[in-house]
T-cell receptor, first 116, second 118 residues
Framework: DTEVTQTPKHLVMGMTNKKSLKCEQH?????MYWYKQKAKKPPELMFV???????INESVPSRFSPECPNSSLLNLHLHALQPEDSALYLC???????????????FGNGTRLTVT | AQTVTQSQPEMSVQEAETVTLSCTYD???????LFWYKQPPSRQMILVIR??????QNATENRFSVNFQKAAKSFSLKISDSQLGDAAMYFC???????????????FGTGTRLKVLA
């Protein structure tokens, strides 16, 4: 069982739709991440939240809008996406400012997004 | 900027045999963590093993072990007694020191696809 839960597992949306991806963790982690992964490629970092504040935005287009309502939840709002945005979107969490724990990333199962 | 390189796009191993996956990285930092993640077709990224840079002893987790050569900036993964369930994409990852924001940044290599032959 995964400790990071992502919904939905699959999403098909048109270029004019608005949808949201959701991520939830209950491990008490204070850092949460959104990654985008294309087939046979490594995950690419999009956003990082630390203590519910956006700390990293890797120059992601504004059609992707992250939100961290509380320490357990992370959303990614999608609007006016392009077909090239089709990918696996992975959420992850980790302990932060926790030197000595070697805090790894804990990943969810991802949302497979198809933009038509 | 840190970089992570996995030079083997694909590897094959016979069941019950041993295989080594290569990873090199470039950094000017002295303290950092290195990880190996496994991503099977089910697509979840699973932590296999981690290594802290200031520990000279190589990490071991059951059938998985690393050969960490800090001076050479090399971090290879050895899988012993390979099993069919080991077939997956393997990613090497580097975790930087804490940024000013208090956030770690993880940098992934391009991955090695491991096939296990029965």
């Amino acid at each position: 069982d995964t400790e990071v839960t992502q919904t939905p597992k699959h999403l098909v949306m048109g270029m004019t739709n608005k949808k949201s991806l959701k991520c939830e963790q209950h491990m008490g982690h204070r850092a949460m991440y959104w990654y985008k992964q294309k087939a046979k490629k490594p995950p690419e970092l999009m956003f990082v939240y630390s203590y519910e504040k956006l700390s990293i935005n890797e120059s992601v287009p504004s059609r992707f809008s992250p939100e961290c309502p509380n320490s357990s939840l992370l959303n990614l709002h999608l609007h006016a996406l392009q077909p090239e945005d089709s990918a696996l979107y992975l959420c992850a969490s980790s302990q932060d400012r926790a030197r000595g724990l070697g805090s790894p990333l804990h990943f969810g199962n991802g949302t497979r997004l198809t933009v038509t | 900027a840190q970089t992570v390189t996995q030079s083997q796009p694909e590897m094959s191993v016979q069941e019950a045999e041993t295989v080594t996956l290569s990873c090199t990285y470039d950094t000017s930092e002295s303290d950092y963590y290195l990880f190996w993640y496994k991503q099977p077709p089910s697509r979840q990224m699973i932590l296999v093993i981690r290594q802290e840079a200031y520990k000279q002893q190589n990490a071991t987790e059951n059938r998985f072990s690393v050969n960490f050569q800090k001076a050479a900036k090399s971090f290879s993964l050895k899988i012993s007694d390979s099993q069919l369930g080991d077939a997956a994409m393997y990613f090497c990852a580097y975790r930087s020191q804490t940024l000013t924001s208090g956030t770690y940044k993880y940098i992934f290599g391009t991955g090695t696809r491991l096939k296990v032959l029965a």
